[in-house]
């Protein structure tokens, strides 16, 4: 995929310089230099030749079939350039210039035409306002940083142009091999999405690395992520998660970064591994492209420290892995090579003294013991290390079934060794804590790729009668819908809701009242009242007839006074709920991510504490396990201090129905259920209040 | 204070080496090395000279009177060693060798004789199983690790030898200056806490770090830490901190953990700086040694990079700081000066090709500015970059009035730039978010300095009635105060307690009920029965003779059928508690930090959201009041959706006389009051239940 771009024969710089420093210049420079075998075609109307190439005033005039088009003109010239690139055949265009939808709406116009021109005659287009792209292994340095990676097996796009360079000049430092870098620009064309599914079908590529500000369309993105995740390992590092860093983004590339909650949930969704910092992106990609994905969390630590050895002890236990001492058989088969002071617990300590072999016998008890699933190496420089022996011995005896992850601390003597290990494909790291957290990052993801197969079950609904029920309110514009009609909904998809019946008048109330049979609640039925019970508009426990018409007459009297000009649609009578725990059942309608659904304890829980997880829309029976699991309060529905559960399942099976309510009506903005009462086992669980919101329609 | 130790004038080796690698022959080695100006005295009785230097067969043959003595002779002969040393008048002691309470019981013995041996001599003792000790300002390195730091203001003690050599590779990388480095062993003697006073009175210490896996003494080390963090920074990174951490700690060292809780109310009350990691102790050293403290929390960021300056923003939001934009005055002053691209908001962005003179520009228009306290500088390598030349001129126009903090990314083309940053004391990190953690380390530390003066309040309080209960508990081995007793603890300290009584049998506590009022509540007195309610030993709300009875008497048959071997003291009759918000308030002694007063609202939010904090008695009111700020749900007694607040006042003094109860009283070991039932403002709070164990007494 993308060949024409990532593997071109031939590359057009169009707007190459004769003058050094100049970015037309560099251009050249650098494909020249980093040894491109293709063919490199300078364009320049005022230049016979650009470092000793030919240069060509307009590329017509080059009478060539050109693979891909490297645009770095004045913004004003770049629409010709790029009609000129597509008619000289080229099936990729890169646009290193600057200037439009980062700079005003008429740049995004002329952005968004250029895209489209390029799309209609399949053309890809990289940029604009971008660094270019390396491919390592094609030997292209089609950027106008300077720097050449050694290829390696980690493949980067990045929405950063200057963070690239960072990456390669940290690269470079850490001898790191680099297969693709892309510098996606203002992505007015290929964005992540593409490179997802080109990195994911790109051989060269182990690991894939992404920087991002925002995405652009989120559904096609947890697509192509996943189906990316589930073939290699994919590391994004997301900015922008806060306001001040979203203000951040949207003055930057003129994005709009979306909430940090849905890209959360979107990353847990597709099996993103998530990088919380620059470091962190790189330390994940490196153990991922160096090392086996662990079996199971059991770490084994190895040092010659005891302080560093009790660092990465408390890093594992902080992260969720155990921290696992050898068998007995192993501890001893051990303690037999060890001096009699090491110790073979865990952390098993060779010593301040320890030589390499030491280490060596250490990794083989690791190795061997089949309790064991990780191995984390310390080493220290003291008086008698030697490390670059050391991290050659280790990587001999290393037979690459678990993972391995070394951390030799300090900055000059273990240097030699760190160069060593990060040579025979052991990742290193500044501090215990870091390899630990890297390990985690393995651990996940290896628990995401042996994850049950994802089923979306679907219950049978009546879908033709909410299908109705939207379609009335939208026709009358009414996008809040009330509780009545939003409870006719939540009927329609099978959920238990007490029965009720609006009432016009008092009479009507009690007929009602009798029918459904006492007691009773009473609610007032206006879109014009939101917060009805602060209104005087709700009334609980009704036992007779007599209570429903003092209530209603008094109901009236208050909204009267209260909320004078409200439309009043009714009063919505309904048999009064069971008693059971209260829990929100709600979703929200992410720009980028669509439809996320949301669980939390009613109340407190949810206004308070924040108790409250997310999940993206369709889920599966596992998934809403998962989402009641993952609050604080879980405790509570399992039941604490001797009291019974609740009907957990009734709570997943809520949220199934609400996400395929959800899914099969785009209509739906938001909703909620609140609250939702549910039973102990064997007892019924209610939608006791909800309300639905719809989205305005376009046409 | 510890000259003898921190700047001797003649050193004695005992244990001296002609062999190298022997740590005897390191020593004296290092010694010489490093450039110690005093005069060094090899001992051994089978060597002429080491290293050129005429060597004794004992310290008595030298004549000549040492004021620090290095001990490495094998373990059985460190006693005599340490004998000899005192006779030849030294006033430190070093002892390096190993194989004392670490290794077993009985070298934990010869340690403490050691040690009290030279306490009993007015010797200071450093070790035993320790590296030794640097001063790289009194040009002397009396360890045996080889490497000698350039001289500087960071002095660190550590718990961990190894670490040191760790430490000493890392300073040497990023061209850091160390005063003193310490090597504290297994802290036979000398420990954390006298270092902490040594380095606080040394002028040549500007920062003070410590890296510990316990402390020894945590009422000096509170004392001792408190006193050097009023003079400078204190920064520390404690490991051991999760259980799988603690239990290496313990077979390290031979020390034990305290909880990591009691050490961070321990760190929060004495002003310490808590590094999470061996990374992040560098960086808040590094930041506090190189950078003045910010006045306010309004942080500028310029950076040549839109991703890097976001990145910046997140976590100077995370954190809790600003992300402050230029005055309009300045920001309009510094936008003439650059290029219009450029983007005078926050995040500054002098643009990709920013020259040296941009990044003046910058930092002095953040420099003018009065809103901004302190600058983070942002650079890649990109193609114009100068990262060396921007380094010098941002160096020359610092003013060293705000903290300036700096981010050059990458690793090769940006070192020269990193390193001519270190070496103009602007610290460098390697991502956005590390800077910015540093500098909300400086901002924390500034706000402590700052703190209003710490008055603990004292209450009158009838003292000797307190004692008269707690006595007779004691004598009697009592050592969990029954409710009533425990209620009489509280009236004594002004508490509000419910009027009530112990009753021997029906008729009394019919008599008790009419005489204090109903309702009442019934709870059964014994110290055998721990969980009343469970075993029916709690009725609440009787209304009446009758109903005090009928309780009575069915408590009793219920006890009897549920707990046959129960001691009953009595029932206790008393009047029903005002209705209030429950809360509980309660009081732990640590082993290490002693009384750590709790607060936490009742029930679930104990019990399942663990939302509690702990501060370390005595506490004043601002700290009380701290205390219940800094729960999640301090919304609830503030009042939410238009409730009234409780009464926070009322919390904050009960848990000032906890304090006080918990100050004057040693003996007790734990207490609670849960619930304590505060009402709302002008409404009374009471103690509802309570709880108070004593601590078996040792004679």
Known sequence: MLDALLRPGSVAVIGASRTPEKVGHELVANLIESGFEGKIIPVNPSADSVLDLPCYPDLKSAEEKIDLSIISVPTKFVRQAVYDSVDAGAEAIV????G???????????????????RARNVSLLGPNCLGLINAHHKMNASFASQMPQPGGISIFSQSGALCTAILDWAKARQLG???????????????????????????????VGYLESVDSGDQFIKAAELAASKKPVVIFKSGVTQAGSKAASSHTGSLAGADIAYGAAFHRSGIIRAENFEAMFNYATAFAMQPLPKGDNVAIITNAGGPGIMAADAVEQCGMQVHALSGSAASALAAKLPVAASVGNPIDVLGDADPERYVDAVNAAQNDPGTDAIVVILTPQAMTKPAETARAIAECNRSEKPILACFMGGVDVMPGRDELVAHNLPDYTSPDRAVASLR?????????NRPPRVVR???????????????????GQYQVGEAAAKDILRAYEFEVPPGSLAMDGTQAIEIAERIGFPVAMKIASQDIIHKSDMGGVKLNLADGDAVIDAYDLMMLRIKQRVPNARIDGVYIEKMCPKGREVILGMTRDPQFGPMLMFGLGGIFVEVMKDVTFHIAPITENEAMDMLESTKSYALLKG????????????????????????????????????FMVGQMGKPSTAADARITLKPQDN
């Open 95 to 98: 646009i290193i210039t600057a």
């Open 100 to 118: 439009f939808k980062e700079v005003s709406e008429e740049g995004a116009a002329q952005e968004r035409e250029i895209a489209e021109y390029c």
């Open 178 to 208: 680099l297969s693709k870098l892309i510098s996606m620009g203002n992505k007015a064309d290929l964005s992540e999405t593409d490179f997802l599914k080109a990195f994911a079908e790109d051989e060269e590529t182990k690991v894939i």
């Open 458 to 476: 679907r219950f049978p609904v009546n879908r033709r009668r909410v299908e109705r029920i939207i379609q009335r309110h939208i026709r009358s």
């Open 640 to 675: 604490v201090r001797g009291q019974a559960s609740v009907d957990l399942a009734a709570i997943a099976t809520s949220l199934q129905r609400i996400s395929q309510l959800v899914t099969d009506f785009p209509e739906i903005a938001e909703m909620d259920i609140n609250p």
């Open 441 to 449: 990052a393995m651990w996940e993801y290896a628990q995401w790729l």
